[in-house]
């Protein structure tokens, strides 16, 4: 489904001493079947942007389209059939997860929407996201940090949602781990054409995964932009305080430093330490 | 400083114990860091550390004291720890009051209450935030609180249990460096458990569990075997294994890409 924002302001707590406008107009669309990083500093808006999807909140002005469904200030009237097609990761796992067992935890949103999941079936969406079947009779305040990210990821992927929110999906997860849940959001986004949103701050990540990134900045939206386009702006880097992935910082440093220019084509670790040797022999 | 003999831990109504056999010593001022896959042990390994669990079997001796029901209050006063879900430790219902709770528990004078939470809370990037309810910051900022209310005490240990999954890069790296700094200034030993390999780094010692046991205890730079425990190398420290690999005199692993160069160019120029 597309996704766009015509110019989206939200105040939390408005009308209040503690009021907070956390975005400032923004405008941007996402394109059906693509995968979006969002990117910005502590505190920049992300995580109030990508709630205003599946209408957890509402634009104080402007509107947002997901597919058909239009929210604006007065909500959606359809928002449980919006909420089924737009599934939803938090920042904080725990902030989901509230049902006796696992079991419980992933039938919870099927049930709620009328639809069956067979065992095998949450047998598979268990493997898919690395946890071990002993884990669907435990209670999900017995688990692990990383153990309930990987239910409260699981029991949104159980709906088959056609557009996947994530709010930090992979923070907490051991590098393994990591690498298996990304690649998964990628082939389901290949081979399911599903729309992916994800919120991260790493930013290699960023690079092996998206196709298109978002910069919040005091909850200011810059961009859209393609990675390796974003990456190369100095000036956007600067004001918004990002970092580069570590393979185009140690890039830029070689070639500052030394004066070594080599060009970054997706190499890996290995085969940049045999051109840097290569580059090495020869001076 | 701290030291587990033999601890073995298991919970209620589980099959398998969550850890096994642990033996382990960390001395005054040392930064340690602690590894491994989730669901490993770790979180379970720090919540020994200032008695929110009890081992099933072995002891465990904080500065020299048995941890025990009678010592656990004031092991507690030295041991400060910040939990991997920071929303377990907050207490005010501002930010302010959260940092101050924390030290009028510890006894603080009034008067240098306001100053050590107003820098505490500078140090972490917080600071016009103090009326602000902790339960309405963002995800990172709730994190930054934590640290910035267990600083505020000035513990002699300060165990942290992924306490940067979510800061931004340019935020994770201040609070390394703060670290690095306050730990030369006051001697704290610090226990960080991470998943970020490039973070661990900066520790002097890795200490990687694997399934409730220890697998690993020693210096990252032995980091070969670290795909062993299903840790994979960030991009920084593969190239620099395969320099290394290659010939390259690598004398010590890099913090940030800097450092690497910086070894690239040492050993050209005196080629
Ligand atoms: N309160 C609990 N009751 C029962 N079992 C638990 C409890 N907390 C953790 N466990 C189990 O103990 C094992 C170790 O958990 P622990 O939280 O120490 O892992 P961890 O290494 O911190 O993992 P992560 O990286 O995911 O945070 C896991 O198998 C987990 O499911
Ligand atoms: N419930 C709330 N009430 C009031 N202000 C809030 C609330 N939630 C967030 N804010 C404020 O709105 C701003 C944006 O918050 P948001 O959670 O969107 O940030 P973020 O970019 O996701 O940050 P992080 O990377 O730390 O998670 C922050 O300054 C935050 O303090
Ligand atoms: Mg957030
Ligand atoms: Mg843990």
Redesign the interface.
Request: glycine residues 12%; negative net charge; without cysteine.
């Given at each position: 489904m597309d996704i766009s924002f015509n110019q989206v302001s939200f105040t939390?707590?408005k009308g209040t001493p503690?009021e907070h406008h956390a975005l400032h107009n923004v405008s941007t669309s996402i394109s059906s079947g693509t995968m979006t990083a969002v990117i910005?500093?502590?505190?920049s808006g992300k995580?109030t942007f990508i709630q205003h999807v599946n209408g957890l909140y509402y634009p104080t002005e402007g509107s947002v389209e997901v597919g058909d469904f239009t929210i604006t200030q007065d909500g959606l009237k359809s928002i449980k059939k919006l909420r089924q097609q737009v599934g939803m990761v938090f920042?904080?796992p725990?902030h989901q997860l509230f049902e006796e067992n696992v079991r419980q935890e992933l039938l919870f949103g099927p049930r709620n929407f009328g639809l069956e999941v067979s065992d095998s079936r949450l047998n598979e969406i268990f493997n898919m996201v690395g946890l071990p079947n002993e884990v669907l009779e435990k209670s999900p305040f017995?688990?692990?940090?990383?153990?309930k990210r990987?239910v409260a990821i699981a029991s949104v992927l159980v709906l088959e949602p056609k557009v996947l929110i994530l709010?930090?999906p992979t923070?907490?997860?051991?590098?393994?781990?990591?690498?298996q849940i990304m690649n998964l959001f990628k082939s389901l986004q290949v081979e399911k054409q599903m729309t992916v949103v994800w919120i991260t701050?790493d930013?290699?990540e960023v690079l092996t995964y998206a196709d298109n990134v978002i910069v919040f900045h005091e909850g200011k939206l810059m961009g859209p932009a393609a990675p390796k386009a974003l990456f190369r702006n100095k000036e956007l880097l600067a004001q918004t305080?990002?970092?580069k992935?570590?393979?185009l910082?140690?890039l830029?440093?070689?070639k500052d430093?030394?004066g070594v220019s080599i060009n970054y084509n997706d190499q890996s670790?290995?085969e940049?330490?045999?051109e840097?040797?290569k580059v090495?022999e020869k001076? | 400083m701290i030291e587990f003999n033999d601890v073995s831990y298991h919970?209620p109504n589980?099959s398998d114990y969550a850890l096994k056999h642990i033996n382990f010593s960390i001395h005054e001022g040392e930064w340690v860091a602690i590894l491994?896959?989730?669901?490993s042990g770790?979180?379970t390994l720090a919540k020994h550390m200032n008695g929110l669990l009890t081992p099933t079997y072995g002891d465990i001796r904080i500065n020299g004291l048995e941890l025990n029901e009678e010592s656990v209050w004031d092991i507690r006063r030295h041991v400060g720890m910040v939990f991997?879900?920071p929303?377990n430790q907050f207490v005010g219902t501002s930010v302010i009051d959260d940092v101050v709770f924390g030290l009028e528990n510890i006894g603080l004078p009034r008067e240098q209450m306001k100053e050590r939470a107003d820098e505490s809370l500078r140090l972490l990037?917080l600071p016009d935030m103090h009326?602000?309810?902790p339960f309405?910051?963002?995800?990172?900022?709730k994190q930054?609180l934590a640290i910035a209310g267990i600083l505020a005490m000035r513990p002699n240990v300060i165990v942290l249990d992924?306490a940067t999954?979510?800061?931004?890069?340019?935020?994770?790296l201040q609070l390394l460096e703060t670290i690095q700094q306050i730990r030369k200034q006051q001697h704290i030993t610090t226990v960080m458990i991470t998943?970020d390999?490039?973070e661990a780094a900066w520790a002097d010692r890795v200490i990687i569990l694997n399934d409730g046991e220890i697998g690993f205890n020693g210096s990252l730079s032995q980091s070969e075997r670290i795909k062993e425990f299903?840790?994979?190398l960030?991009?920084?420290l593969?190239?620099t294994v395969?320099?290394k690999?290659?010939g390259y005199p690598i004398k010590y692993l890099p913090k940030?890409?800097?450092e690497?160069?910086?070894q690239?160019?040492t050993y050209?120029s005196t080629k």
């Open positions: 939390y707590q503690f910005g500093q502590t505190g995580s920042q904080y725990e017995e688990l692990s940090g990383g153990q990987r709010d930090e923070a907490g997860l051991d590098p393994a781990g990591k690498q701050h930013m290699t305080s990002l970092n992935p570590s393979v910082k140690f830029d440093e070689l430093q030394i670790a290995i940049l330490a045999d840097i040797i090495g001076s | 919970y589980q491994g896959r989730n669901g770790k979180s991997q879900n929303e990037g009326l602000t309810e309405h910051l963002s995800g990172g900022q930054r992924e999954t979510m800061l931004d890069p340019t935020g994770k998943h390999v490039q299903g840790l994979e960030p991009f920084l593969e190239l395969a320099l690999e290659r940030n890409e800097e690497l160069v910086n690239i160019w050209h």
